[in-house]
């Protein structure tokens, strides 16, 4: 396995990481993505760890809050063999204090994350989305706060916009805050607009990428194919509405060229 220092903080990832969104299988979306249980993760984890894949990526609306469950049970016994990488602040309840990134918002989120994942820290904390309603000074003092105390060791973001990244990033080296080492985005063969701002900033400013859903939500794992219906089996027939939409020309279009590569290369 490759490692690779994320952005320009000094911890080392490596190049290939492992989502838990598959660990719990609770509401419309992750119940089709999968439900794997305790044992079932604890055994994913150990091929992860055999093959050098030592960062884990959840999120506290991930089943709610069920992925990072079982994923702590699943580690229990082994937590300094492996990184811990979650996110919060989209909503985990109808509440007007259950979304955000509010200091409010964000201290009970942590500490909730802590005990269902049963550890005492997060390697990487990000926000799951841009919070327009609370200021970014409150954020990253909240976040500043969080590493301090010795529950967050580094902070990204992920699904930010290149403002919303680059000032924050201003606002946090003003201060002498966090900066963001990390932005989780999406970016696949049928989706790249990452290369348009975001990555070009994250060269410039050091923010690694951790990407999500490299194979265009599952549709660029070769059992789509031109002129033949959806597998009957697929995921897509229940998760297609939650995912990055994309025309059928231009997905097309790029499965006849992987196919292509994939028949010279053997």
């Not at 419309?28 to 604890?42: C, D, I, K």
């Not at 009957?232 to 279009?253: C, I, K, M, W």
Request: charged fraction near 20%; glycine fraction near 12%; aromatic fraction near 8%.
């Amino acid at each position: 396995m490759q490692y690779r220092n994320l952005g320009a903080s000094g911890l080392k990832v490596p190049a290939l990481s492992f989502g838990a969104g598959t660990f719990g299988g609770e509401g419309p979306l992750f119940s089709a993505w999968g439900n794997s249980s305790v044992e079932e993760a604890r055994r994913l984890i150990d091929i992860c760890l055999d093959a050098g894949v030592t960062l884990f990526d959840t999120a506290d609306v991930y089943s709610k809050g069920a992925s990072e469950e079982r994923l702590g049970a699943a580690i229990k016994g082994r937590r300094d063999r492996l990184l811990i990488s979650t996110k919060t602040s989209l909503p985990m309840g109808d509440g007007s204090g259950d979304a955000g990134s509010s200091r409010h918002r964000l201290v009970r989120a942590v500490d909730a994350s802590l005990r269902r994942l049963g550890t005492d820290h997060i390697d990487l904390l990000q926000l799951h989305a841009f919070d327009a309603g609370t200021p970014i000074e409150e954020v990253l003092y909240t976040l500043d706060m969080l590493v301090r105390a010795g529950k967050v060791n580094y902070v990204g973001v992920s699904n930010f916009s290149g403002w919303q990244l680059m000032k924050s990033l201003g606002i946090a080296a003003q201060n002498g805050w966090p900066r963001y080492a990390a932005h989780q985005v999406y970016y696949s063969l049928v989706g790249r607009d990452y290369e348009w701002e975001l990555m070009p900033l994250g060269l410039d400013q050091g923010v690694g990428a951790l990407v999500w859903s490299p194979l265009g939500w599952g549709r660029l794992t070769g059992k789509i194919k031109r002129g033949q219906p959806l597998p009957e089996g697929s995921r897509l027939h229940a998760t297609a509405q939650f995912g990055p939409p994309v025309s059928d020309e231009r997905l097309y279009n790029v499965i006849d060229a992987l196919r292509t590569v994939a028949d010279e290369i053997g």
